[in-house]
Every structure is written in structure tokens, then in C-alpha cells.
């Protein structure tokens, strides 16, 4: 079998027949670990980038540099983008764009990790006349949280959902298998799950505060439109006020299983 080859298995089967479907799954791959990558270097390219489809309702795409499983500030950022975009209508982000203005139904961030990048990427849809608007805001939104961070009851609301919903990341044979297989990934002994939540709790607002500005520097943000900017009145630059701490809600929302937020 294939060297360097990683499999994630549950369910109800005994070793023998397992090896059998290995086997007989990978067994013709070459016995040697391909090389791997190298570190990514490239940070995108900061700005707007229009791919022009006639389309009624563009899709906006929009990202920025991450962080490595194993910087410091990732477990913080973790948490800071559950409160920024991962933590569905609780988040900052779905509060300005559809509640306060009505520019969408749906708008989320994640922050991903790889072996060799981390990156943090968002998805929003609206109508043609509002994408410039749109972008807009999602850029004094980061920016007021860059400079102010979360409130108290922010950080509890996420703590409490992050922490809280681990459970649910194993709750079948797929589930399980998937959790194994990305702390194979990301290079995570078993033991992660006993101190998983404990690292959750131990995030400050500081610590917050410090991730998020490395991560949402709008003027890093790599903006890709499929649609066009589309026909709108021009719009003053948004100004986002620190808003009151959010309504308790919880949805699913999806985000990086090995820190086991519920999938859509």
C-alpha cells in the first residue's frame, strides 16, 4: 500500500477484512510518499477581481491569509471568526449585511487550515445594483472589529456554541470517520479531544482582539466577483457603530470539523 497513505475508518469491521479493503482499494498506488509541497507564498491579489457573467444575483467570494494549525493565535482566530462570520445569524457579519440592510440571505467566513496554508474565505450573494455596496460593508464590518474586538457576551455566546456542539461532530460512522481523518490532516493526536474544549475556554478577548487583527485587515482582502458590480447609486462609505451584544442564537453552521462545528 501506498507510503504516506492516511485512513480515518469507523464502523463495524474487523481488522482482516479491513486490510482486504485497503488492499484492494490502494494497493496498485507506487510504495513512496509523494514530495511534499512547498510553504505558500502567495497572498492573493488584494482588491476586486470581476469574472463577468450576466447574472442576476452575483456571487462574491473574498479572502485573506490565514493561519497554520500550529500558530498560536490559531484556536483565538477560531473563535474570532465564529463571531466574525462562522456563527450564522449570532455573527457580525450576517447582522450588518441581511438584518441590518437586507443585502442578502446568507453570508458566512471560515477559517481553514492546511499543511501548508491557512486561509480564512467568505461567501455572499446579492442582487446586481448591491455587490459594491455589499463589499462595503463586509469592510467596515472588519475593520470595527479589528479595532474594538468582541464583546463579553460575544465571546461567551461562541465559547458556549463551540464548546457546546463538539458532541454532534460524532454523532455517526461519518462523522467519526471524518473527525479521525482531519486530525490526521492537520496533524492532531487523539488526545486533541480531551483538551479541545479547554483550549476553547482559555481564549481571552485579548486574545481575540490580537488574532483578528492579523486576520481581518480588509486592506488584504482578495475580493472575487462571478457576475458584474452591477448599476447602483453610489453609496457613502460605510459606518459600521459597535452594535449592542447579539441576540442568542445558535444555528448549525458549517466550519472546520476538526473543531467539530456541525455541518449544514
Same mark, same amino acid.
Given at each position: 500500500?501506498?507510503?504516506? +497513505?492516511k485512513v480515518a475508518v469507523s464502523g463495524d469491521v474487523d481488522p482482516a477484512t479491513l486490510n482486504?479493503?485497503?488492499?484492494?482499494?490502494?494497493?496498485?498506488?507506487?510504495?513512496?510518499?509523494?514530495? &511534499?509541497?512547498?510553504?505558500?507564498?502567495?497572498?492573493? *491579489?488584494?482588491?476586486? *477581481?470581476?469574472?463577468?457573467?450576466?447574472?442576476?444575483? &452575483?456571487?462574491?467570494?473574498?479572502?485573506?491569509?490565514?493561519?497554520?494549525?500550529?500558530?498560536?493565535?490559531? !484556536? &483565538?482566530? %477560531?473563535?474570532?471568526?465564529?463571531?466574525?462570520?462562522?456563527?450564522?445569524? @449570532?455573527?457580525?457579519?450576517?447582522?450588518?449585511?441581511?438584518?441590518?440592510?437586507?443585502?442578502? %440571505?446568507?453570508?458566512?467566513?471560515?477559517?481553514?487550515?492546511?499543511?501548508?496554508?491557512?486561509?480564512? !474565505?467568505?461567501?455572499?450573494?446579492?442582487?446586481?445594483? @448591491?455587490v459594491r455596496q455589499t463589499i462595503d460593508v463586509i469592510r467596515a464590518t472588519l475593520r470595527d472589529?479589528?479595532?474594538n474586538g468582541p464583546t463579553d457576551k460575544e465571546l461567551a455566546d461562541a465559547k458556549t456554541y463551540?464548546?457546546?456542539?463538539?458532541? +454532534?461532530?460524532?454523532? @455517526?460512522?461519518?462523522?467519526?470517520?471524518? *473527525?479521525?481523518?482531519?486530525?490526521?490532516?492537520?496533524?492532531?493526536?487523539?488526545?486533541?479531544?480531551?483538551?479541545?474544549?479547554?483550549?476553547?475556554? #482559555?481564549?481571552?478577548?485579548?486574545?481575540?482582539?490580537?488574532?483578528? *487583527?492579523? +486576520?481581518?485587515?480588509?486592506?488584504?482582502?482578495?475580493?472575487?466577483?462571478?457576475? @458584474? +458590480?452591477?448599476?447602483?447609486?453610489?453609496?457613502?462609505?460605510?459606518?459600521?457603530?459597535?452594535?449592542?451584544?447579539?441576540?442568542?442564537?445558535?444555528? #448549525?453552521?458549517?466550519?472546520?470539523?476538526?473543531?467539530?462545528?456541525?455541518?449544514?
Amino acid at each position: 500500500m501506498s507510503a504516506g +497513505l492516511k485512513v480515518a475508518v469507523s464502523g463495524d469491521v474487523d481488522p482482516a477484512t479491513l486490510n482486504r479493503l485497503l488492499a484492494s482499494a490502494f494497493g496498485g498506488l507506487p510504495n513512496k510518499p509523494p514530495a &511534499p509541497p512547498p510553504m505558500a507564498t502567495h497572498v492573493g *491579489q488584494p482588491g476586486v *477581481q470581476v469574472v463577468a457573467m450576466d447574472v442576476p444575483q &452575483p456571487t462574491v467570494i473574498f479572502g485573506m491569509p490565514g493561519f497554520l494549525r500550529t500558530d498560536r493565535d490559531f !484556536i &483565538p482566530g %477560531y473563535v474570532a471568526n465564529y463571531i466574525v462570520g462562522g456563527g450564522g445569524f @449570532s455573527s457580525r457579519l450576517t447582522d450588518q449585511v441581511r438584518e441590518q440592510r437586507g443585502l442578502t %440571505y446568507d453570508i458566512s467566513t471560515s477559517l481553514n487550515d492546511y499543511r501548508r496554508a491557512g486561509v480564512v !474565505i467568505g461567501e455572499v450573494a446579492t442582487k446586481r445594483g @448591491s455587490v459594491r455596496q455589499t463589499i462595503d460593508v463586509i469592510r467596515a464590518t472588519l475593520r470595527d472589529f479589528v479595532a474594538n474586538g468582541p464583546t463579553d457576551k460575544e465571546l461567551a455566546d461562541a465559547k458556549t456554541y463551540l464548546t457546546g456542539s463538539f458532541p +454532534l461532530a460524532f454523532s @455517526s460512522n461519518v462523522d467519526i470517520a471524518a *473527525q479521525l481523518s482531519t486530525f490526521q490532516r492537520s496533524g492532531l493526536p487523539v488526545s486533541y479531544l480531551k483538551k479541545r474544549n479547554d483550549l476553547m475556554n #482559555a481564549v481571552t478577548i485579548d486574545d481575540v482582539k490580537r488574532a483578528a *487583527q492579523r +486576520l481581518f485587515n480588509p486592506d488584504s482582502m482578495t475580493v472575487v466577483v462571478a457576475g @458584474s +458590480l452591477g448599476e447602483a447609486a453610489p453609496v457613502s462609505k460605510a459606518n459600521v457603530p459597535r452594535r449592542p451584544a447579539p441576540k442568542a442564537s445558535a444555528p #448549525a453552521m458549517a466550519g472546520s470539523p476538526v473543531h467539530g462545528q456541525p455541518k449544514k
